[in-house]
């Protein structure tokens, strides 16, 4: 059965910590997708990420970095030099291609890591 | 300017009055959904349509209903609210997965029924 989990309820750091948002996927099919959100407190989910599941090379967008490892099922994600912006609930999402027709519509959600970043 | 608009942001009902919440797209999108947000649980999808005309039922489908009658609308519709049906509701649209783009979410419809 396909699941995500993200272990990590709340994160809690000081500015400029790094800090690593675990995420850790289940399914059967061979080609899926994986996603990362961003949902700041106005409450609006702001696309991050999206990784296709031939595809494990690591990304980097400025202070974000994804580590995408297929042998362990996991993505995660670190945020380099944290910032007070940072402080957001991060979700972590798949999508199967085999599901209702290959749409990647059909996200299956972790329950989200609480990132709070203090000054 | 691509977006998903999703009305209203706020509602505040009473068990048992019927209530749509609008979802509209305008970026040509086959693929649209409905999902509740509730603390403890992320989102769990609730309906889903591929193309006009054509839904089917989520992960959380009890209590709601949908229709695709046009390709840019998606309502949810509650024929009989009851309180544990007061959550975070998020429209999403998407093109097929092979077309390589993100699901776009609405800005969220804040439900409570009381």
């Known amino acids: 059965a396909q699941k995500v989990t993200q272990a990590q309820t709340e994160i809690s750091v000081v500015e400029k910590e790094d800090v690593t948002l675990d995420c850790v996927y289940e399914?059967?099919?061979?080609?899926?997708?994986l996603f990362w959100y961003k949902q700041p407190p106005s409450g609006e989910l702001v696309f991050l990420i999206r990784r296709n599941s031939f595809d494990e090379q690591n990304e980097i967008s400025g202070r974000y970095s994804w580590n995408f490892q297929k042998s362990t099922s996991s993505f995660n994600f670190t945020i380099t030099a944290s910032q007070v912006v940072d402080s957001a609930v991060y979700f972590c999402?798949?999508?199967?291609?085999?599901?209702?027709?290959?749409?990647?519509?059909?996200?299956?959600f972790g329950k989200g890591t609480k990132l709070s970043v203090k000054p | 300017e691509a977006q998903v608009t999703q009305n209203p942001r706020y509602l505040i009902t009473v068990t048992g009055k019927k209530l749509t919440v609008t979802c509209s797209q305008n970026m040509n999108h086959e693929y649209m959904s409905w999902y509740r947000q509730d603390p403890g649980l992320g989102l769990r999808q609730i309906y889903y349509s591929m193309n006009v005309e054509v839904t089917d039922k989520g992960d959380v489908p009890e209590g709601y209903k949908v229709s695709r009658k046009e390709k840019r609308n998606f309502p949810l519709i509650l024929e009989s609210p009851s309180p544990n049906q007061t959550s975070l509701y998020f429209c999403?649209?998407?093109?097929?997965?092979?077309?390589?783009?993100?699901?776009?979410f609405g800005q969220g419809t804040r439900l409570t029924v009381v």
């Open positions: 999402a798949l999508s199967e291609a085999s599901r209702d027709g290959g749409s990647q519509g059909n996200l299956i």
């Open positions: 399914t059967r099919d061979t080609t899926y997708y």
């Open positions: 999403a649209s998407s093109f097929k997965i092979s077309q390589q783009q993100e699901a776009f």
